[in-house]
């Protein structure tokens, strides 16, 4: 790949004097670019967006500024960050949206890519997380954003074409886009498993080293494939001439995935999950996602009164975690893919298993701990238009850097999801030909009277239901906008990348007397720094009475922009 190094200046400088190098075909980008996005919470009543990447986000805003509509808007913002974030999103993995239009009539995409249907075979009694090994599903990100444009053709009038919404993208790899805070962080982190990571290695860093934050990283193969898949369509990506590119690339990856394996790759339009809450409705998406997790916590935490718990205190985060353990155990126990094995979706959000749930908590005893952690990183997109029409939507690779591994000269970084899967013949998520894996991705929406009036998603894996759990009570239960309720101390229950204890992280900022008063109640106590990434980098978008108000996590290089 080509770069340019910025000798003597920083991203803000760079940005602000040599944008329309950064964005070529993008060069009327609507938005100010900064170094760091500013805090802001975004106001309007005409449209919002909301990404972990600033020029992402500006794509987006450019549709609904052009007449796009909310799913035109998330497809833009989706494949630039495809291009613009590649630690955590790309086209070679999977995505989900939550679609509802202006009266609350709401679909869910599960784009989800199956296991091959011939096997391989593995020594260790292990899957390789990264690696050939590790290319073990097909992607549907790119079947997800081509079946919600299809929905915007027919269904809610959409005017912009295929190729218009992959444009931003097509120039950001052209082009060029200078390197975020967040890419050069995981690729540092990774450093010493380059070796296992060739595609990285070789794609995205300069000569052996890191590239800069601000320095200037063009994908000129990523390119070709996106103006191939502009001009021939998103199905060209598994049944056309791209089609027969990707598979001859997994092949010489290692990869089990066949061409017939791409082609029988489909995201499935289905109806969401829903349980009551505090006079709404909570939506997500079917198993087997973990969507049906975050609502099972939030029907726990219905059956309490929130309002006699101050927000902040120990009492609070010790009755979000000690919900959130019952729901996981449930998660544990019971999810994966239902065309293979029975997941009792209904019985779990039923009135009677969520008032067990919260009749078993003690609110002076934390319930232990030693269940197993799922890692993953992924990136969270926001949408609504003037007309109401909303998308939440999450994108993902899995792990950081998916499997490390390239699809050939196409540009594409593939997925790792398939290392989810386990080999033991008795476990609900055993790898079998054609099965789609666990999935922590959960993207939410909460209606009100029928409508939307919360969009909100976040990354973190195991911890984006813990995270969502936080920012809900906080948004809905304590009346916060999204940037109060997005910029307040968070926790993170389980084992991380850093630190392999069964401990309940909490930020600092949460204060000395909640740190001792959780410890008192059982709770292993670790604490993190006040903004920690660890907690998660969630998006969220509320809609009052035509008005919307928006935010991306402090945390993150995100913003939430308003027409």
Known sequence: MKKKMLPDMTRRDFISTSSAMVLGTMASLSMPLEAKPDNKLATSSKGMVTSPHELATGAGLDVLKSGGNAIEAAIAIAASLNVTYPHFTGFGGDAFMIISDRNGKVRTLSGIGQAPQVLPQYSGGTIPTRGAQSMLTTAANVDTLGK????????LGGKKSWAELLKPAIGFARDGFPVSESERFWMEYRLKDMASMPGVAQNFMLDGRVPDIGEIFRQPRLADTLETLAMRGYRDFYEGKLAERIAKGLKEAGSPLTASDLAKTQARVEPPLRVAYRGGELLANQPPTQGITTLEIMGILDRFDMKKIAEGSADYYHLLVEAIKRAFIDRNRYVADPEFVDVPSAELLSAAHLDKLAGQIDMQRALPWPHVFKNGDTVYIGAVDAEGNAVSMLQTVYFDWGSGMMTGDTGILWHNRGASFSLNPAHRNVLQPGKRPFHTLNPGMYLKNGKPALLYGTQGADGQPQTLTAILTRMIDYG??????????????????????????????????????LARRGHEMSAIPAQSPLSGQPGAIRIDDGVYRGAHDPRSDGRALGV
């Open 148 to 155: 919600a444009f299809d929905i915007s053709r027919n269904e």
């Open 480 to 517: 916060m906008d999204p940037l109060t309720a997005l910029s307040k101390p968070r926790f993170l229950l389980g084992k991380t990348f850093s630190d392999t204890r069964d401990s309940l992280k909490l930020e600092q900022d949460a204060g000395e007397q909640v740190f001792s008063e």
